[in-house]
């Protein structure tokens, strides 16, 4: 298989505007160009500002709606510097904003309707190269699941974790420490105004979620893929380096527009296997696999849960960040970040793969010092010797399921115990605090219709509150099973993504309260104790559920989607297509 070459060098040869794609709109003299030209004059722009210069489209996923992103305006401002200091001329195009915080049901159910946004968008204007500004969770496949198809040079910076917040004499972690204070609330253990405190300060600044959550896990996947540049995952959104990140991104967009250095020139099957040993060493977030899936697919590369779970038993995890390990992004960025990492890890990667930089990931993190053994932990001394997260199958999930095993209760790591069965959320919802609930700290939660198509959107509920009764009796963990997702920020013993999910017939459709279900992580095993006759009684009495709506982009979800297993993506949108470029006019 071909290894991509070099990137074309940057001399002054290479510079022919004539090879540039936006040529084509401002170049010829014919009367479409004619409109092209005298509009960006209509817009204040000269001859100067555009003629015989690449075109950088910024794509920015600002909005007042995505808390994360609330500095992207004075970053799209210093991206545009760097594409003006290299002799581009940058242009700013909003895209659809995936804010985490206030968009319902989920943000997942639109990850693919950005992605869709983007490659169009690419596709349909001048536009030589991309810088991509994302960072909340959803938003960073999206922009790479867009900017692979389009296969347009593209180059991703990421908004950078927020600082971490303190409160009291505590440091707190963003979506972990809410969870944790939750429960102690609902236990009784905290008052009122201690937990107003806490909304007052554990979001402390512009930027995204600052554990290990999937914003950074998907940031620092991406900065492994090549797609970004040295150490941008880690760093702070509103440090000052991260203004400087900004700039030399623009700067470095111009030459790859120059270079026509497009993902299909860097990205291999190679740079995927970089991305998943990379989310595994840093106890990344189990929403990472649905997104590399997804994305491998764009590349028309197959990722197998397999393969996930291959290199998951031989990757140790060295990030010791929460809520896997203790530490927050900010520390790993000062403990050396990402490359500092990778750096002890050389012999698992793939350090031929290309990056965006034009050099290698070997070039990229060749020299990358760890300042602080306890935040990247050294080869010999891992928080676990094999990856985080496990991939588990059995009767419940013939396709799979996953499980963060580093953020779970060791103990409940292998575990049997009868089933609690919600058929939907609201019932979960409804039912869990109610102090007659038939539960106990061995039951198994099982929640159903949750998945991709039953929710619909594959929500972040698997990480299902603990009856408030239990917890009053001290139980922090439990088993819980189900077809959803859970926020990269969520830890327990939380067994998500089983496929097929129950609406679309899957097995964890015909669970009863009170069956019994076995869990082996390190047989990597799940399996529900039912005979085949009453199995099959079940299935012949199952009604499935219509989870199609009668129109709009829920129809068009609905009726393409892929499961869990085959990361999410429409079917339609997988792959890229043979010829990006808009027809003649
Ligand atoms: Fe945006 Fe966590 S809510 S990154
Ligand atoms: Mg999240």
């Not at 030209?37 to 794509?59: M, T």
């Not at 972990?176 to 105004?193: I, M, T």
């Not at 393969?307 to 960040?321: A, E, H, K």
């Not at 990480?463 to 997702?485: E, N, T, Y």
């Amino acid at each position: 298989d071909s290894k991509p070459t070099s990137p074309a060098g940057n001399t002054n040869e290479s510079r022919d505007p004539a090879r540039l794609r936006s040529h084509r709109w401002f170049g010829p003299d014919d009367l479409r160009s004619f409109g092209h030209r005298s509009r960006l004059k209509g817009a204040g722009f000269d001859d100067s500002d555009f003629q015989g210069k690449p075109v950088i489209g910024i794509l920015n996923t600002w909005s007042d709606l995505n808390t994360c992103h609330s500095h992207f305006p004075q970053r799209a401002d210093e991206v545009r510097r760097g594409i003006l200091q290299a002799g581009g001329f940058p242009v700013e195009v909003p895209v659809l904003s995936l804010g985490e915080m206030l968009m319902k049901p989920t943000t997942m159910l639109y990850r693919n309707l950005l992605a869709m946004e983007v490659e169009e968008v690419l596709r349909c204007h001048p536009i030589d190269a991309a810088v991509l500004m994302g960072g909340c969770d959803k938003t960073v496949p999206a922009l790479l699941m867009g900017a692979i198809s389009a296969d347009i040079p593209s180059i991703f910076l990421p908004a950078g974790p927020m600082l971490k917040a303190r409160w009291k004499d505590q440091t707190l972690g963003s979506g972990s420490d809410v969870w944790k204070y939750w429960d102690e609330r609902l236990a009784g253990n905290l008052c009122d105004a201690d937990w107003k405190g806490i909304e007052n300060c554990i979001a402390r600044s512009a930027g995204t979620c600052m554990t290990m959550g999937t914003a950074s896990t998907m940031a620092c996947i991406t900065e492994a893929m090549g797609f970004s540049l040295a150490g941008a995952a880690c760093t702070p959104s509103v440090l000052s380096q991260h203004s400087r990140l900004a700039t030399q991104t623009g700067r470095r967009a111009v030459d790859m527009a120059w270079e026509d250095f497009r993902p299909s020139k860097f990205m291999t099957a190679g740079s995927i296997d970089n991305g998943v040993i990379t989310s595994l060493s840093i106890g990344g977030s189990t929403n990472a696999i649905v997104h590399l899936i997804a994305i491998a697919g764009r590349l028309g590369i197959e990722l197998t849960m397999d393969r996930f779970d291959q290199l998951s038993d031989r990757t140790p995890v060295l990030g010791d960040i929460r809520p896997g390990g203790r530490y927050l992004m900010e520390d790993f960025y000062d403990a050396g970040g990402l490359p500092a990492l990778l750096n002890r890890m050389t012999d698992l990667l793939d350090t031929d793969a290309l990056t965006v930089s034009g050099v290698t990931l070997g070039q990229q993190i060749n020299g990358a010092e760890v300042i602080d053994d306890e935040v990247i932990r050294p080869r010999e001394n891992p928080v676990s010797p094999v990856g985080g997260t496990c991939v588990l199958r059995g009767n419940l999930a013939p396709s799979g399921c996953v499980i963060k095993s580093i953020a779970a209760d060791k103990r409940l790591l292998k575990h049997r115990g009868p089933a609690l069965v919600f058929d939907n959320y609201p019932a979960m919802k409804a039912a869990i605090n109610d102090p007659d609930l038939d539960v106990g700290a061995d039951s198994v939660l099982i929640l159903r219709n949750a998945g991709p198509l039953g929710a619909p959107g594959f929500p972040e509920w698997g990480m299902l509150p603990i009856p408030q009764k239990l917890l009053r009796q001290g139980v922090r963990d439990m088993v819980r099973i189900s077809d959803a997702r859970m926020s990269g920020t969520s830890y327990g013993t939380c067994v998500l993504h089983i496929a097929p999910e129950s609406a679309a017939s899957g097995p964890l459709a015909l669970v009863q309260t009170g069956d019994m279900i076995a869990i082996d992580v390190e047989a990597r095993t799940i399996h529900w104790e039912v005979d085949d006759d009453e199995a099959e009684r079940r299935r012949s009495a199952w009604v499935a559920p219509d989870v199609t709506p009668p129109r709009g982009y829920g129809r068009l979800y609905a009726k393409h989607v892929t499961q869990a297993d085959q990361g999410c993506d429409f079917d339609f949108l997988v792959g890229r297509s043979p010829d990006a470029e808009p027809s003649i006019h």
